[in-house]
């Protein structure tokens, strides 16, 4: 077996195999700490900047450890990018017969029992879904995985896709008569069976680490678990150490219930009269709260008109529906499992009305968040260590968690004392670019406060000269989908004022993959975007070579899980906004800026437009955490960095 120094180096296996590959002694070093974790079945918190190499620094031990191993990444794109280049590179490189799987969650799977109710039933929202369905069962014909990303005629966001997927609801299982075929568990199969399954962290902690049928058995044969993109973990082990139950879940019963009825129980008259009568209770629930998707506190859900009397209400007629399901279940298989479905949502719904019970000493908080067709009850839980702690004891198994952004100041303890990582070793390695010649952090003078009325307005007025300058090429990073829209408005205004042409795309205009493409493909564009493009986007060369950010991360107070922590923290005698919110806002200040910079050749300037970054003793520890670049708040120093 090869050694690290062997791969890594100048003239090692990589360098053989990689075109323009040259040894980073961060990455080497990197390797050699998780390759001794996974030896020591260790836990391992490693920072690494970007640039540093990371896929690969934990790739090489994976793959040379001899055992079963897990990688979870932050979304399903990245998962595909390890799968499809990072993984098949790697291993050629070194020659491994090592077996790799991906696995997703089922809903991107065709599902051909619901594939073939749906084309039975006919009834389609529109002309193009009735024809992707059409176009889906072709792909279902043909393909190994069923994986709809690979179905290249149905777009990713058709209406087709819900109707022609499984969830964990309505799977029939063993009893489904299209069990044989199915691509869910092939994949599953696949999986159990593969060296390195490759998973994303929603999957991880839905049916992996919470022991989902089916994939119950992946992590106890696993030797090490690998995090990448680690920083998102504490957002959704919370929410998957919680409950939640949406009035979409309801809608698909009632629907699922109507096509099973159609199929199995034509001489049950009640039936459809009652999934109608469900229908509406669902959406007269949501109609109690504003359009406007928004996230609700519950004292703010119990203080709307008519919100406890509609929630009393659905769950009465989703009760009646699952009585006379009860009475045609043995019917079919799938009017069994709508009676089951029934009788399940009923309970969910009561345990959030009534108010989970405190489960081993853990304090939950109940919230409700809209989304434009539909409302989500969560019940979350305020910290979720002791959980994290519980789930990773047991059999004895490396566990490393990396990312470029994990600590403050070089100090993990947030991130280890919010995830309980208790005695975990740590480390952390800096980007290898030449931050100091390559870009230069701008922190405007004579800035108002953030809250003031007027602040997008001079957040584009002070950055419009530098866009100028940059010659478009820009990323304008929002803090809320309020001041993404404003913005996007006052730089249209400009533009046309000062006859520019350059092309403004926004978030929302198209999924996130074909903004990136147009925004590289354009090269002088300028994007604006909220949350989702602070984070897990790579835009090297020319094309980007200014980020500004509106306003520093903080989660808005009135956030009802941050609000509940905020108030556990106080009765616990800590201070909440040191140890917990600017943290936090640290880490996603970091995730934005590292937008900037992602080769070596890239040159640009970091716009952080909020004066707090320099007028509050606090801003120190912000600014001191991001990679060194030269610093300045004179505008004629930002342009000048621009000329050639």
Known sequence: MPSLQDVF????????????????????EMAERIAAAIAGNSVLVAEAGTGTGKTFAYLVPALLSGGKVIVSTGTKNLQDQLFSKDIPTVRTALGSPVQAALLKGRANYVCHYHLERALADGRFLTREDAADAHRVARFARISKTGDKSECADVAENSGVWPLVTSTRENCLGQECPSHKDCFVLAARREALAADLVVVNHHLFFADVMLRDEGTAELLPACNTVIFDEAHQLPETASLFFGDNVSTSQVLDLARDARLEGIASAKDCLDLPKLCGVVEKAAKDLRLTLPVEPARFALAQLQERAGFDNNLVGLIRELDTLGALLETQAARSEGLESCWRRAGELVAALRRWQNGRADDGGTDYVRWGETYTHSLQLNATPLIVAGIMQKQ????????????ATLAV???????????????????????????????????PLGMPEPNTYAYTEAVVHAAFPVVQASGGRAFFLCTSLRAM?????????????AGLEF????????????????FRRLGNAILVGSQSFWEGVDVRGEALSLVVIDKLPFAPPDDPVLSARIERMKQDGLNAFMDYQLPRAVINVKQ????????????GVLMICDPRLIGKHYGKRIWRSLPPMKRTRELAEVLAFFKP
Not at 410 to 436: I, K, R, T
Not at 486 to 496: D, F, I, Q, S
Not at 592 to 598: C, D, E, P, V
Request: glycine share 10%; net charge negative.
């Open 503 to 518: 092309p403004l795309l926004m978030q929302g205009e198209g999924s996130k993959n074909e903004l990136l493409e147009r």
């Open 409 to 443: 100041q070089q100090n993990f303890d947030h991130y280890c004392g919010e995830m309980g990582l208790v005695g975990a070793e740590s480390a952390s390695w800096e980007s290898p670019f030449d931050y100091a010649r390559q870009a230069v952090l701008y922190a």
């Open 392 to 403: 990773m004891s047991g059999h004895p198994r490396a566990w490393i968690f990396t990312s």
């Open 485 to 497: 829209r404003r913005t996007r408005e006052l730089l249209e205004e400009a533009l046309e004022r």
């Open 592 to 603: 934005g800026a590292g937008r900037l910079i992602r080769d070596e050749t890239d040159r």
């Open 9 to 28: 180096s100048p003239e090692g296996l990589l360098a053989s195999k990689i075109p323009g590959y040259r040894l980073r002694p961060q990455q080497l």
